[in-house]
Structures are given as structure tokens and as C-alpha cells.
């Protein structure tokens, strides 16, 4: 989390009443700011540790309770660095990375990311699965997704991942179990064009369609009627090969139950008040916005209906047996523990599984039993509340 010196000016009291009706302490925001920052070091690059301290001119430090991870003072900055820029490290709180490594990702998972800007987490995902599996990012917003495009071609990690603009509640495409390097039939029995191998350069029509759509002022939020709309797909993706048919083809439940993501990482749209620099900024921007983005009851309301069909659309692209992951950078019970009991209490197939890589984290339970919390004062990382659920077979 970067994050520069902290305000201490006093928060306005309708912000506090919030704090108040959510068990949170003031000081969390309040209290000069020591939660450091931590960026993960590329798998492979451990004997260019001290390359990079020389380089960001920092001493890294280890993080005991989560692998690969370390942590520096909030305020030196890594964009600059040689190690950043030649994909080395890359900032990621150790709380998402905890959410992360609560999938129990094993070698040859099929992963779905179902709100994959802006990133970190999807390339943490893939650097655990290394060069077995496959990944789906999907997000609602392209320009973010691009940028998540972005940063898997500079970290090398794009060749088992498949990007997609799509709205999150909807989406419905299974990964591909069975990769064909043949030319593929189409249903009449002829040669139909096929997905070749990802070229960086658009074709000229498509670049071409989205100038006309920025002329426009056409929304950059994907549209929930609009087919998903493959923006990135890597060699090892199960994507070249395919014809567009084959890739969109619709699923009946029973094979989702059997083919579905082996894991599915639900890391919300929520309010961000668990961010502590997010709630800094307010300060700049004006308390009136806080008002607006954080406390407004009809957008939290709103919020948490999207968090909730979020979930379920998650869930019901899991397999049987398969492991998901629910997670968000709030500490409101309205959309953490309040949305894992609707959610629950609709889907018998659901069940919570026990963290159990959380023996030794520095967090504490949520409200619900087997849920996890993570705030600046219990964590020293970035507030995340993380739920742990499986399919059952019923």
C-alpha cells in the first residue's frame, strides 16, 4: 500500500457514526500511518535480492507469514526502479496476497478471476500456477482491463491467461479443458476461421471501431447485453485452435458442475473504506465525496446486491469440489458477513471452509464463524475481510 503521511485532521461525524455502526476504531484512520508497504518478488528472482535493494536503495524485508512477499516504508516509491520496470517485483498488499493464497491453488487449476483489474492478484494467480492450468480475467471496465493486459506482457505471465470485458454477474464461459492445435470443423463440416496465435498489433478495423466509439463518447463499462469481448488470450490459454463458436459455446448446468473453474476469486466492487489511503484522499477530494461514495445508504444498497449477484454467478461456475474465494477492501458488515449469509441461505450446494493457512496470519475472525478479517491495527496491511467457500454434491 503506498501510502504518504497521514492527516490529522478530524474525521467529520457522520464518518465516525459509520465507524461506530461498524465496530471499526477511529485510529485506524486517524493515528500516524506506519503500515508499510509490500511488493512480491517474481518466483525466480530470489538470488537478485540484493540487485534490488541496491537498486530501490531500501532493505527488503521478509514478510514471515506469506511467501515471496516483502515489505519497505510506505513512503519509497518502485515505479522507477530497474527491478519494477524489468518485471521483477510488483506491489501488491500482503492482505490480497493473502486472499490469494487462501484458494489453495494446485498445479494444473483451472482459475477464474471474476474482477480482475487491476491486476496484482491475477499475476500472482499465474505465477503460482507457473506454466500449467490456465486463467480467465474478466472485468466490467475495458480501459482497466487493458491495463491488466498490460502488466501480464511485462511480467512474461500472459501464456496461460485469457482476458475478457464482460459484466461479472453474467458471465458464463467454462474454461477450456481439451486445447486442439488442429484446424477445427464448424458444424456444416467446413474450415471456419480459427483463433491464431495473439498478435499485440490490433487488426486495423477493430482499432478503427473503437476510435469511432471514443468519438463517440461511448461508455467504457461493459454493457450486460453485449457479448464478452476477448480483448487478450496467451498460446496456453486453450484459446488457439478454436473457432469463435466453439469458444462461446453455452454450457448445460450438469457440465458446469463437472468442467466448471476448479478456483474462482470474487474479489468485489465494494466501498473501499478498508483502504486506508483510499480514505485519505477524501481530505483533497472533499467530505462531501466521502458522503457520496462511501456512506450513501442507496449506493451501499446498490453495492451490495452487485456483491451478491457477483458471488452467486462465481459459485455457479465453480465445479463440485472446487474452491472460491469471496473477498473485499470494506470492513462494513453490509457487504461482507451480511452478503455470505444471503448468499448462503440461497445456495444448500454452498459450504465454509475453514482458512487453514491462517494458523499463522496476522488477522482476526469476522462475525462469521471461519471468515477472516485484516485492518491496519491487527494486520499492519490494508483492511479485507476473505470468505472460503466449496461446492458440494447434492
Given at each position: 500500500?503506498?501510502v504518504?503521511?497521514?492527516?490529522?485532521?478530524?474525521?467529520?461525524?457522520?464518518?465516525?457514526?459509520?465507524?461506530?455502526?461498524?465496530?471499526?476504531d477511529?485510529?485506524?484512520?486517524?493515528?500516524?500511518?506506519?503500515?508499510?508497504?509490500y511488493?512480491?518478488?517474481?518466483?525466480?528472482?530470489?538470488?537478485?535480492?540484493?540487485?534490488?535493494?541496491?537498486?530501490?536503495?531500501?532493505?527488503?524485508?521478509?514478510?514471515?507469514?506469506?511467501?515471496n512477499?516483502?515489505?519497505?516504508?510506505?513512503?519509497?516509491?518502485?515505479?522507477?526502479?530497474k527491478?519494477y520496470q524489468?518485471?521483477k517485483?510488483?506491489?501488491?498488499d500482503?492482505?490480497?496476497?493473502?486472499?490469494?493464497?487462501?484458494?489453495?491453488?494446485?498445479?494444473?487449476?483451472?482459475?477464474?478471476?471474476?474482477?480482475?483489474?487491476?491486476?496484482?492478484k491475477?499475476?500472482?494467480?499465474?505465477?503460482?500456477l507457473?506454466?500449467?492450468?490456465?486463467?480467465?480475467?474478466?472485468?466490467?471496465?475495458?480501459?482497466?482491463?487493458?491495463?491488466?493486459?498490460?502488466?501480464?506482457?511485462?511480467?512474461?505471465?500472459?501464456?496461460h491467461?485469457?482476458?475478457?470485458?464482460?459484466?461479472?454477474t453474467?458471465?458464463?464461459?467454462?474454461?477450456?479443458?481439451?486445447?486442439?492445435?488442429?484446424?477445427l470443423?464448424?458444424?456444416?463440416?467446413?474450415?471456419?476461421?480459427?483463433?491464431?496465435?495473439?498478435?499485440?498489433?490490433?487488426?486495423?478495423?477493430?482499432?478503427k471501431?473503437?476510435?469511432?466509439?471514443?468519438?463517440?463518447?461511448?461508455s467504457?463499462?461493459?454493457?450486460?447485453?453485449?457479448?464478452?469481448?476477448?480483448i487478450?488470450?496467451?498460446?496456453?490459454?486453450?484459446?488457439?485452435g478454436?473457432?469463435?463458436?466453439?469458444?462461446?459455446?453455452?454450457?448445460?448446468t450438469?457440465?458446469?458442475?463437472?468442467l466448471g473453474?476448479?478456483?474462482?476469486?470474487?474479489?468485489?466492487?465494494?466501498?473501499?473504506?478498508?483502504?486506508?489511503?483510499?480514505?485519505?484522499?477524501?481530505?483533497?477530494?472533499?467530505?462531501?465525496?466521502?458522503?457520496?461514495?462511501?456512506?450513501?445508504?442507496e449506493?451501499?444498497?446498490?453495492?451490495?446486491?452487485?456483491?451478491?449477484?457477483?458471488l452467486?454467478?462465481g459459485?455457479?461456475?465453480?465445479?463440485v469440489?472446487?474452491v472460491?474465494?469471496?473477498?473485499?477492501?470494506?470492513?462494513?458488515?453490509?457487504q461482507?458477513?451480511?452478503?455470505v449469509?444471503?448468499?448462503?441461505?440461497?445456495?444448500?450446494?454452498?459450504?465454509?471452509?475453514?482458512?487453514t493457512?491462517?494458523?499463522?496470519?496476522?488477522?482476526?475472525?469476522?462475525?462469521?464463524?471461519?471468515?477472516?478479517r485484516f485492518?491496519?491495527?491487527?494486520?499492519n496491511?490494508?483492511?479485507?475481510?476473505?470468505?472460503?467457500?466449496?461446492?458440494?454434491?447434492?
Open positions: 500500500m503506498d504518504g503521511e497521514t492527516s490529522t485532521s478530524p474525521l467529520p461525524d457522520a464518518f465516525l457514526d459509520f465507524l461506530k455502526q461498524n465496530g471499526l477511529p485510529s485506524i484512520y486517524t493515528t500516524s500511518d506506519s503500515t508499510p508497504r511488493i512480491r518478488l517474481k518466483p525466480g528472482y530470489e538470488d537478485f535480492l540484493e540487485e534490488i535493494e541496491a537498486d530501490i536503495r531500501c532493505k527488503l524485508e521478509r514478510v514471515c507469514w506469506l511467501p512477499f516483502y515489505h519497505l516504508p510506505p513512503d519509497v516509491r518502485i515505479a522507477s526502479s527491478a524489468e518485471g517485483i510488483y506491489g501488491i500482503a492482505a490480497s496476497g493473502a486472499a490469494v493464497t487462501a484458494l489453495d491453488i494446485s498445479v494444473g487449476d483451472h482459475v477464474l478471476d471474476l474482477c480482475a483489474a487491476p491486476g496484482a491475477l499475476c500472482m494467480i499465474l505465477d503460482i507457473g506454466s500449467s492450468g490456465s486463467v480467465t480475467g474478466v472485468d466490467v471496465a475495458k480501459h482497466r482491463l487493458a491495463a491488466c493486459r498490460t502488466m501480464l506482457q511485462k511480467y512474461g505471465l500472459g501464456d491467461c485469457r482476458l475478457f470485458v464482460a459484466d461479472g453474467g458471465f458464463s464461459l467454462l474454461p477450456v479443458r481439451v486445447r486442439s492445435d488442429s484446424l470443423q464448424s458444424e456444416n463440416g467446413e474450415n471456419s476461421e480459427v483463433y491464431r496465435e495473439w498478435k499485440s498489433r490490433r487488426p486495423w478495423k477493430e482499432r471501431k473503437e476510435a469511432i466509439a471514443r468519438e463517440k463518447g461511448v467504457k463499462l461493459f454493457s450486460p447485453t453485449q457479448e464478452p469481448e476477448l487478450f488470450y496467451g498460446r496456453y490459454s486453450g484459446v488457439v478454436l473457432t469463435k463458436n466453439e469458444l462461446y459455446k453455452k454450457m448445460p450438469t457440465e458446469v458442475l463437472q473453474y476448479d478456483k474462482v476469486l470474487v474479489d468485489a466492487e465494494c466501498t473501499h473504506d478498508g483502504s486506508i489511503k483510499h480514505v485519505q484522499k477524501f481530505e483533497q477530494w472533499g467530505w462531501t465525496t466521502l458522503q457520496r461514495r462511501v456512506l450513501d445508504a449506493r451501499t444498497d446498490d453495492l451490495t446486491v452487485l456483491q451478491l449477484q457477483l452467486i454467478n459459485f455457479r461456475l465453480l465445479r469440489g472446487g472460491l474465494v469471496y473477498s473485499t477492501c470494506s470492513l462494513t458488515f453490509a461482507n458477513e451480511d452478503v449469509e444471503r448468499f448462503l441461505s440461497a445456495n444448500t450446494s454452498a459450504e465454509l471452509l475453514e482458512i493457512a491462517a494458523k499463522n496470519w496476522p488477522c482476526k475472525s469476522g462475525r462469521i464463524q471461519k471468515t477472516l485492518d491496519p491495527l491487527t494486520s496491511t490494508s483492511g479485507l475481510f476473505v470468505a472460503k467457500f466449496t461446492k458440494l454434491a447434492i
